[in-house]
């Protein structure tokens, strides 16, 4: 059987030439279709913090004096898309032209210690969806998924407003997973971006005692209460670790997960947790962050627990967001072309206002 379905020879995409050299290709070469891939014609993709810090030349991308470069060049940015199906190669089964599909955005190789062990988001050699030129992303109009993607299958119904979220909120679940969250348990979750208020809305789900959010802007402050926050404070405007502090008898919280990014956000949480705390990372740092390491040993003994990617999440959240137990509404807050790239990576920067900023392809 010869590969099912047609593409064009030339596409529009964003290709990654170097940290600083960005470029709208109008006719850039399609994927080709091996034995075992699937293409989709992209219907949208939306932009990642990780998508801006690598933009902006971030060492833990391109490398520097301590760090070999990650990324490898020409590639297509975007690992939060979905598209419809559009070619097959011969060997693929279970699918059909036409049908939405989505894909974790690790590659996994299927054969190192990690994948065979059933934690393939945490594969050795680390091919991701987005960052190299023979796993290009989605801010494209074609993208090839190879044999070894982690694929779920996206209702036909299911609006752009919930489907752009999918891997984020993968990313999401697996941070409050990795808090194994209980009902008695303070919650305190420092910012309230698009996979913080994913978290929130699925730590609600866990009942804690109390969830509490952290940010500085008072619109995602806001967003943050209709998505299921009990209390929320700004940094900027009162002393939070006192506030948690007089809430919990002196203690601190029990459980701090980190998703703003910022080094301020670490320092913080490290004071504001209890002894014997559980404090998540989840974010993608742009520089380093220097803390008393003694806090974590000699003074708390407290567990650090970091969060990767979205492992086995999204069918939970595919659901989830179908039933309306995960709340999406007002995260989407910008839907552009990808003619219009330089203002979404603009807007993608929080800067006016915005949240999860999505390009939308015809």
Known sequence: MAVRGSIPKTMKALVAY????????????????????IIIKTEACGICAGDLKCKHGAAMFWGDEVQPSWVQPPFIPGHEFYGKIVQMGENVEGYELGERITADQIVPCGKCRFCKTGRYWMC????????????????????????????SKVPADMP?????????????????????????????????????LGMITYARMKNPKLLIVLDMQQNRLDLAKKFGA????????CNVDKEIKDLTEGYGCDIYIEATGNPASVIQGLSMIRKLGTFVEFS???????????????????DIRGSHLSPYAYPFVIENMQNGNLKTEG??????????????????TGAQGDLKVVFKFD
Not at 230 to 237: S, Y
């Open 18 to 37: 170097s940290k600083d050299d960005y470029r709208l290709e109008p006719e850039y070469p399609t994927p080709e279709c091996g034995p075992d891939d």
């Open 124 to 151: 050795q050699p680390h091919d991701m969806l987005g960052y190299m030129h023979y796993t290009n992303g989605g801010m494209a109009e074609y993208v090839r998924y190879p044999k070894n993607c982690v694929i």
């Open 160 to 196: 752009l407003e919930q489907a752009a979220l999918i891997e984020p909120y993968g990313c999401s679940k697996h941070a409050v997973d990795r808090a194994t969250i209980t009902n008695e348990d303070v919650v305190v979750i420092s910012g309230a971006g698009t996979r913080g």
């Open 284 to 302: 993608v740092f742009g520089k380093e962050t220097t803390v008393d390491w003694s806090i974590i040993g000699d003074r708390k003994e407290l």
């Open 331 to 348: 995260v989407v807050t910008s839907i552009i072309t990808l003619d219009e790239w330089e203002k979404g990576f603009e807007l993608a």
């Open 230 to 237: 009990d209390l929320v404070f700004n940094p900027g405007q």
